[in-house]
């Protein structure tokens, strides 16, 4: 960490912040300059706050060298994490592929399509049965009923389950469930986090739409500090100011998470794209980006999807982009 | 709601279309071009889905043109609302100021703060209690100690008092607060918002960092749709690229929501700078932009600020902030 | 064309405003409703400046339903373009690896490195003679004697050149040049566009940081609408608020593009993300999108680069990333 | 300039290292932690290209602590910049209000306008000869006779004229132009900077829609690099994803830039908004925020403007903005 120290500021008060910050167990480099003095923090800084130090009179600026985020940092983890959901594994060399409706709409529905994206090859059955939507007037989803229905789909085709959580109080409904999803708009709900950290369950984080890489690292740092390592990252799309696809996907995450953590990350092009035509292409493309996994919307009946078909494949184009994917891993 | 349909689709399957949209109580005008064919729905589409006709096959887009929001929509609400906080009206050319520290962190800073913030004509007390910090190390609020000592500078100085809240459980300790805050991570929190839509409380809502004011005001419509109409608006800064600042203050949001919504709109540019020397210019300009009010960060001692010191005014600087935006109030 | 009508306005005026649209070749068709009326507008609207529409005192607002450009449109041209560089073709099937320096430093090193990237498998030769920086206290390139070199480089490798301008007065000097590259800063230079257009000259059009896919393929119809349709486009990363990479690779734009227009589309990893060892996985990841071709910095000794050093790859990196390009453009 | 040096890197390594800086007449200061090795280098960095330092092989990153701007920095020039545009006097407490048409139309027009915002209290013309349009297809200016039109306006009317440059080629023609804008989308042409550098002429320099205040101050210094100090700098909106706007107005730019620079600095509340509604807030929190003037689009007949109509204000209006901009004056 290194400390600006402002203009014309006198040796003494200097001397006097170099013993207060000596006292915090850390040594410290002076560092004059004509313009400028700085000094070299060194010691375990991570847990330092950063603001604290700007409100100092004298300091300029506070800049970080090292990260803040340490449970998460292959620094102190220097192999590939991998996370075991319900028996399949995700990280270290094991692809993962998650498919599945939206939303949860009926029996029939999920385990139709669940029947269908087995076949094609995935691995983990996702399907939304608490829906974040944008508008109070848009399907919410079938809440505890949808859960109920995954886990019937569950039962009859042995895949584990992977849906969102909105809110901590209905954590017990999610005993079944084998991987918790943290959804792009509760990615700083830290209240949900800490929650997450006090279980042992598997979460899917996804990056928020506005989050930088190093804030979807402190979000799994936040998890991570409660006890539970158990993370998956997911990349989903920022938002730009392009529009003509829904989000921009940020498929340089992958390989820049992965030198920064230790976490496996997974790609979600359905909801970055939010255009069906696309998924494919952006499939394969995280495929050989380097990503551990995908999630990928599929749904039986798209038009008639109530929420989101716009974006989802039909089992058949599944099926392609599964084997496409699978061909291109072979090679990789 | 405009519905443009695919080419080469035969007229039989749009007259299909047109029977289903008029069986939803729409009306539909059907314009057929060269290369375009489109469908005008007229009616009240603020409850349609629009993903839901996008997925239709033969459709290729859907664009609205009434806003998706209606109780928070001025069309229908041509008049300015006024929003009573405990006593303090804001909106409809009620000016409001709304000063304190970014946490509270003792009785005796909080009351010495409240007295001078009330002095320099401030007429609610701010104070963090529950703090949305992005890494798990750094300080978290005083938490429920905090809303009591809060409660206790509202006895001595008799302003009204709003805090930020995370966690709709914590809702029975906020009890005694006179406006919740939800802060900008949490403007589409909608488990959250609804529980607010439950109570008849005044609401503070941030814009979130990367939200449009359409979805700002959707986040509105989610509490007003659960009964409570008591919402005023607040700028805070969106994310751009520029690092200088720590956000970009939009104060363009504050004339464009005005016409938009018949809410009242406050502005923040204390956490949309990040940088206390431009809290003064923004803040007049804010006042001048036509907002309702302001929310100032102010502390007794900025360099030993638990949170957000480098952002926060100290009294004098404060009472010279207030005393500039009472004269600009006068002669616009 | 639509053109939603203000609430209140009278049907005399819509009726004048029809006839006055009808008298510029468009055919109307109006929509009625309760809160809006709105007027489709059919025929050639590609070449309608839609702010004269927007300033009419009735109009509220005006919607583009068609693409506002035409060349470049895929509906008007089915078929992918094949651009031909000096005998090596880039498009419809074609996939072209172009490589090289970021500057072109000396005799020596460009001859040096375009014999290397040539046996990796390179088909275009790249290398910067003037530079655009944006300090003007950093290097800006050999400028003309640049050029010359390359033309050497080309002569003893056969490899045709592209390199960048920065002014139309130096298209003299671009004579031997196969490719001539606009960079993104310059995408929105219209003057310098309308020059190329005159020529016959093959050209990349970098997209702008902050540019949409739309305007980046109105800049291609500035080219186009001069009589030279020889273009070729380049995904080169975008400004967002993520400071890890230097910018956001948008591979989205890659098979979107694609769709819009017939133009074949290349992606440039090296400026997108800034940092060398991205460089491979979004090389492949560009492939796997579905790219026409790679623009790929290297560089035979990075470390004393005189520009972009970070970015550019060695020759061995560089030949490791061409053959798993190969590999992956075999099963794909 | 501080140097991070990587993990791993032997003692004799950073020896050779801190021998070449000091070479480059640098002094170098050394701090070694557990985790970080950091050089900190004190002397004239204002020169040094920070990529080839990141270049090295032994070292991690390199992050400036002072900028890299020097003749538009404040440090070494405190006072404020009072720029002279034939005249009118702009800077160090001078208030320039900037009016007059998007393009120039016809003599009748201009001149009319010209008196019109003359007796409002404009004291500059502004008037566009050549428009940078994002279509080929949209109206591109009278060019060279819209440039006489203006000279016939400021003989009539006494009034300094500003208008915008495209091409360097056209220097020539402005020889009587008072104030040359650089526009927004040339903001990084430095072709075009280098050759204002070699004027003398006062430039008007747009912020980039996607560039940094930072970048913005780095082309003034292309500009003053050449000779040329007579710039104007101007906050025009930026792009971010919000739509309700065309561009975001970045208002705290003006404090900021001030306190980085020198130069004066106006604003142009028309084009970031986009929507002449907006113009008026805008104008006075502009004024508010301590701008040294303001640039407005004013039409005699906006609905029938050859461009941007929808953003400009009537001959009325601006006569109102004009008086409020006054009245809030006096109060600052």
Redesign the interface.
Same mark, same amino acid.
Request: hydrophobic residues 40%.
């Given at each position: 960490m290194?400390a600006?120290i402002k203009q014309g500021v006198n040796d003494n008060q200097i001397e006097n912040l170099i013993n207060w910050l000596e006292s915090q167990n850390l040594?410290v480099?002076? +560092?004059?300059?004509?313009?400028?003095t700085?000094l *070299?923090l060194?010691?375990d800084t +991570?847990?330092i706050?950063i !603001?604290?130090l !700007?409100?100092?009179?004298i300091v300029e600026?506070v800049?970080r060298? +090292?990260e803040? %985020?340490k449970s998460a940092n292959r620094?102190f983890h220097p192999n590939d994490s991998i996370i075991d959901v319900s028996g399949v594994k995700i990280g270290g060399g094991n692809f993962a592929i998650i498919a599945g409706p939206c939303s949860v709409e009926s029996e029939e529905q999920i385990i139709e399509i669940a029947k269908s994206v087995k076949n094609s090859g995935a691995t983990l059955l996702r399907g939304g049965a608490f829906k974040?939507?944008? +508008?109070?007037?848009? %399907?919410q989803g079938l809440q505890a009923d949808g859960l109920e229905l995954l886990k019937l789909a569950k039962k009859e085709t042995g895949m584990p389950i992977v849906t969102e959580i909105?809110?901590?109080?209905h954590l017990p409904l999610f005993d079944d469930v084998d991987l918790i999803q943290v959804g792009a708009?509760?990615m700083?709900? %830290?209240?949900l986090l800490?929650e997450l950290g006090k279980t042992k369950k598997p979460v899917l984080l996804k990056r *928020?739409?506005?989050n930088?890489?190093? !804030?979807c690292l402190?979000s799994a740092?936040?998890i991570m500090?409660g006890g539970n390592e158990n993370i998956i990252l997911c990349e989903r799309g920022?938002?730009? %100011?392009?529009?003509?696809?829904r989000n921009?996907?940020?498929?340089?995450?992958?390989?820049?998470l992965k030198?920064?953590s230790h976490l496996p990350i997974i790609v979600d092009p359905s909801h970055?794209?939010g255009?069906s035509?696309?998924v494919k292409?952006?499939a394969?493309?995280?495929?050989?980006?380097?990503a551990d996994g995908l999630m990928i919307e599929v749904h039986n009946d798209?038009?008639?999807?109530?929420?989101? *078909?716009?974006q989802s494949l039909t089992p058949e184009q599944f099926d392609d982009v599964a084997s496409?994917v699978k061909?291109?891993m072979e090679?990789?």
């Amino acid at each position: 960490m290194i400390a600006i120290i402002k203009q014309g500021v006198n040796d003494n008060q200097i001397e006097n912040l170099i013993n207060w910050l000596e006292s915090q167990n850390l040594s410290v480099h002076l +560092s004059k300059g004509e313009y400028t003095t700085i000094l *070299g923090l060194v010691g375990d800084t +991570s847990k330092i706050d950063i !603001e604290l130090l !700007e409100n100092l009179e004298i300091v300029e600026k506070v800049k970080r060298i +090292s990260e803040p %985020f340490k449970s998460a940092n292959r620094k102190f983890h220097p192999n590939d994490s991998i996370i075991d959901v319900s028996g399949v594994k995700i990280g270290g060399g094991n692809f993962a592929i998650i498919a599945g409706p939206c939303s949860v709409e009926s029996e029939e529905q999920i385990i139709e399509i669940a029947k269908s994206v087995k076949n094609s090859g995935a691995t983990l059955l996702r399907g939304g049965a608490f829906k974040p939507r944008t +508008s109070p007037y848009d %399907f919410q989803g079938l809440q505890a009923d949808g859960l109920e229905l995954l886990k019937l789909a569950k039962k009859e085709t042995g895949m584990p389950i992977v849906t969102e959580i909105m809110n901590a109080n209905h954590l017990p409904l999610f005993d079944d469930v084998d991987l918790i999803q943290v959804g792009a708009r509760n990615m700083q709900n %830290f209240e949900l986090l800490k929650e997450l950290g006090k279980t042992k369950k598997p979460v899917l984080l996804k990056r *928020g739409l506005a989050n930088t890489m190093k !804030e979807c690292l402190m979000s799994a740092e936040y998890i991570m500090a409660g006890g539970n390592e158990n993370i998956i990252l997911c990349e989903r799309g920022i938002r730009t %100011f392009e529009t003509y696809t829904r989000n921009t996907l940020d498929l340089a995450a992958v390989p820049m998470l992965k030198e920064l953590s230790h976490l496996p990350i997974i790609v979600d092009p359905s909801h970055a794209c939010g255009v069906s035509r696309l998924v494919k292409p952006m499939a394969l493309a995280a495929t050989a980006s380097g990503a551990d996994g995908l999630m990928i919307e599929v749904h039986n009946d798209p038009r008639n999807a109530l929420c989101d *078909g716009a974006q989802s494949l039909t089992p058949e184009q599944f099926d392609d982009v599964a084997s496409k994917v699978k061909t291109l891993m072979e090679v990789l």
